[in-house]
């Protein structure tokens, strides 16, 4: 599948939102999602599956003011 | 008294944010020496070998502030509701620092989205800090909407220009004499701050002031002693001004010597 990850186009074969994470090795980083520009939390991520054409945006805490 | 913010009493009115500083080290140097009893943080894409917004939450963890997640880049209501859920997934708070953004020369708020995003997220159990301006219509709909705080800004954020309305601000806060109110943006001194303080607001939100200064924690240091100073002056009840002179020295007793 072709994905766009965090604006970049992705290939994949991760049939769940969670898989992705693991694939893309975000391993246990707190992150937040979305797909389709759709909050996903994080219990909901295994239940969530990813379609080719899906933008899928992770996010992590960064700087801000 | 502080007003509290969404039933939180801060040990200060100093929210700084988390940008720009020239290192992590003198961020938290900065943070130590004001006092800042807040942080603003943000989100944004991170590859999963990178793991600087890992390092970088845990730098904050360690302040012991209260966290203040920001929608800072949102241009839309979507854009910052969806925004607005992820920073409450990660950074466990109720907390949000709602940017709409309308115009990009001044960042300024767009503040029809504005009231429309505090609306829907104050009925997700969100606590909302709109970043505002100084409208009194739009501050009524605000709270209407839900917040029970609100940040109407100094000058456009980033400009150091100062407090730009001292009018609409004193309107603001004559007008609202029981909402939470924070000077957000456009400070560059603490003499800004002071100011901000004298006229009555309970704090003031502030960044590449800090952050840009050539010495930041020095210059956090400062931020943090004027806002002390402009607190104490509001609570001491300031003279009123007057257009002419008045003689400090009693004229009774004066020897007549012409």
């Not at chain 2, 209260?66 to 466990?92: Q, S």
């Not at chain 2, 767009?110 to 970043?131: I, K, M, Q, T």
Request: proline share 5%.
């Amino acid at each position: 599948m072709n994905i766009q990850l965090n604006g970049e186009a992705c290939q994949t074969e991760a049939k769940t939102l969670d898989l992705l994470l693991v694939q893309f090795e975000y391993g246990d980083a707190v992150v937040a999602t979305a797909v389709n520009g759709e909050f996903v939390a994080e219990e909901q991520r295994r239940k969530i599956e990813i379609c080719d054409g899906d933008a899928v945006e992770i996010l992590a805490p960064m700087q801000g003011g | 008294m502080m007003r509290k913010f969404y039933g939180t009493e801060l040990s200060n009115g100093l929210m700084l944010g988390t940008a720009q500083y020239p290192s992590p080290a003198i961020l938290a140097d900065a943070f130590e020496r004001s006092g800042a009893a807040v942080a603003t943080v943000s989100l944004r894409r991170e590859s999963g070998r990178d793991k600087a917004g890992q390092d970088f939450w845990e730098l904050i963890q360690r302040l012991g502030v209260h966290v203040l997640p920001n929608t800072a880049g949102c241009h839309t209501v979507k854009e910052a509701v969806t925004t607005a859920h992820m920073a409450r997934e990660i950074f466990g708070t109720k907390w949000i620092k709602l940017e709409v953004i309308g115009e990009e020369d001044l960042l300024h708020p767009d503040v029809f989205g504005l009231v429309e995003a505090a609306r829907v997220l104050s009925e997700d159990g969100f606590e909302v800090f709109p970043y505002c301006t100084e409208d009194l219509v739009v501050a009524d709909k605000l709270l209407n909407a839900g917040c029970e705080v609100l940040m109407p800004w100094g000058a456009p954020i980033g400009s150091g220009q100062g407090l730009n309305n001292l009018f609409g601000l004193r309107a603001l806060r004559a007008h609202f004499p029981d909402v939470p109110l924070v000077i957000d943006a456009g400070l560059g001194l603490p003499s800004h701050a002071a100011q901000a303080m004298e006229l009555g607001f309970d704090a003031v939100l502030l960044n590449t002031a800090v952050a840009k200064a050539g010495e930041p924690a020095l210059m956090a240091e400062a931020f943090g002693l004027a806002l002390k100073a402009g607190q104490m002056a509001a609570l001491a009840d300031p003279m009123e001004k007057r257009d002419m002179a008045a003689p400090s020295t009693p004229v009774i007793g004066k020897a007549f010597l012409s």
